[in-house]
């Protein structure tokens, strides 16, 4: 038996069903968070998701708490350290089934950009073992920042060009 229109064994709902599957996907994608104010370059999840760490042209990276029990969004909320752009976050975060409030840790913070990279921050990771998140940009330097401060902890020279490159495996850092 030939399937004309979507339609085969299963009739009709079939199609529907599978319809009402893209709509709802497709509006997970319609509501973007405008943390960075130039493009993403990178992005790593951890914790299956919970935290989502992004990379921008901007010189700054975003940590993202989407965790239920949002252990770093209440202690950078606490301390003052979320992101002004966090409120948008939020708001689409509840829209799209997460939970109803969003941490946005943006490094540097607003004011210390002396700590931050000079040019695109290109790669990131994450040591959730001892709360550390690394970056690497065009600058040639792996910056180490603070999950819990947002503060450079340090710089690491000695790239001869750009870092592509940055993991983290037990006390190692690795970049290229």
């Excluded at 960075?36 to 708490?65: M, P, Q, Y």
């Excluded at 065009?138 to 592509?164: E, F």
């Amino acid at each position: 038996r030939r399937c004309r229109g979507g339609e085969g064994r299963m009739g009709g709902s079939y199609s529907r069903i599978a319809a009402e599957k893209r709509a709802k996907e497709a509006a997970l994608l319609a509501a973007p968070v405008p943390l960075h104010r130039h493009s993403v370059t990178c992005i790593k999840f951890c914790n299956g998701g919970d935290l989502v760490l992004t990379a921008s042209e901007d010189r700054t990276l975003a940590l993202w708490d989407f965790s239920q029990g949002q252990k770093f969004g209440k202690l950078w909320r606490l301390n003052k350290l979320t992101d002004p752009c966090s409120k948008p976050a939020e708001d689409a975060a509840a829209a799209n089934g997460h939970p109803a409030s969003v941490g946005v840790l943006r490094c540097p913070l607003p004011g210390q950009t002396h700590e931050g990279h000079s040019h695109w921050v290109t790669c990131v990771d994450i040591d959730p073992a001892s709360s550390i998140v690394y970056s690497g940009g065009m600058d040639r330097v792996v910056k180490a920042w603070d999950m819990y401060s947002g503060r450079c902890l340090r710089t690491y020279h000695g790239h001869t060009d750009w870092v592509t490159q940055v993991s983290v495996k037990g006390r190692v850092i690795y970049s290229a």
